[in-house]
């Protein structure tokens, strides 16, 4: 069975590592596997589809296998609710939200653990709401085929807010495309038990009213393509204001964290997890590599504005991006 890395810190604006579950379930065909979210001591949220059909589940839980029963299981919503038989250690309940309708795209983080990968993984990338879900464009981990089985049920964070539920992709034909429930249809999805459910056990609000509402994200100068157009040969001394930013930021400065940021970029920037003890170094081959990949920049700089929220190191991050591409794009 596998477990969740060892950074365990809570990411501002998206999910709690240590609250990323593993789920399965039997099924005709042996057995489901999927993803999920725990929410306060001893309920688990994830997506209909591993538990389709199912009473009894098991979720690996802080490493730890456990037995849950399933509550409810609604395939219109996409969601379903687990109670673990035994309880597990405290944890506050999300906040649920909606997402601005808008074709622009909203930045997202999510993390589940995909069959393709060793472990957890977590990604960040943008979303666009559709009439009755949500649509995810990231980086899929490396894989021969099916790169998001087992990530159906990977709770999704926008503004610190848990505004849906990826869904079973086991025959996506884009892999870098995923679909999610949206939490903001369950209202008129779920049945009354299974709304009272929900909002007993798992915090949902009572009435869509009770659903943040994060508001869009201005275009800037660093958006999903501003650094995109940065020569691949720019020389160090031109690297040297983003670079030195990028180090001060807690989060990149620390590895776990780091990494975790990395693995939600492409793979071949992930690939470029840190590897000397000085960091500094790693940070301008990360961002050397980034050049090569045009894209892939504003990736890395999406996931750190997801990972760090609102900070000075973050605006002045901005700030460096920003005079890079007046002066280069």
């Known amino acids: ?105 909203v930045p997202f983080t999510t993390a589940g653990f995909p069959l393709a990968a060793p472990g957890a993984v977590v990604r960040a990338g943008r979303l666009r709401p559709r009439r009755t879900a949500l649509e995810l464009t990231v980086s899929p981990p490396a894989a021969t085929h099916s790169p998001w089985e087992g990530m159906s049920g990977a709770a999704v964070w926008c503004e610190g807010a848990l505004v849906g539920l990826v869904g079973g992709q086991e025959r996506v034909s884009d892999p870098s495309r995923l679909t999610a429930a949206r939490a903001d249809r369950w209202h008129d999805l779920l049945t009354g038990p299974q709304l009272a459910l929900l909002h007993e056990h798992a915090g ?8 943040t509402r994060p508001a869009p994200s201005p275009p800037t100068a660093t958006g999903p393509t501003g650094l995109a157009r940065l020569p691949a040969n720019l020389p160090p001394r031109e690297l040297d204001g983003l670079v030195t930013a990028l180090t001060a930021i807690p989060s990149v400065s620390d590895r776990n964290s780091l990494t975790l940021i990395l693995e939600g970029v492409d793979p071949v920037v992930a690939a470029m997890s840190p590897r000397s003890p000085a960091l500094r170094p790693d940070i301008f081959g990360i961002v050397r590599t980034c050049l090569r990949y045009p894209g892939t920049l504003d990736q890395l700089l999406d996931a750190i504005r997801l990972v760090e929220g609102e900070s000075v190191g973050v605006a002045r991050m901005d700030q460096e991006a920003v005079e890079l591409s007046r002066r280069h794009c």
């Open 1 to 105: 069975m596998r477990e969740l890395g060892e950074s365990v810190e809570e990411l501002h604006g998206g999910p709690d590592p240590a609250r990323v579950t593993e789920v399965w379930a039997p099924s005709d065909s042996g057995e489901r596997r999927g993803s999920g979210y725990r929410v306060g001591e001893r309920y688990v949220l994830t997506a209909a589809h591993p538990v389709r059909g199912a009473l009894h589940a098991g979720v690996l839980d802080g490493g730890t296998r456990r037995a849950a029963r399933v509550l409810f299981c609604s395939e219109a919503a996409g969601a379903a609710l687990l109670e673990l038989l035994e309880p597990s250690g405290e944890a506050p309940l999300p906040v649920y939200g909606t997402v601005p309708e808008t074709d622009a795209g």
């Open 204 to 211: 949902f609000p009572a009435t869509p009213a009770g659903l």
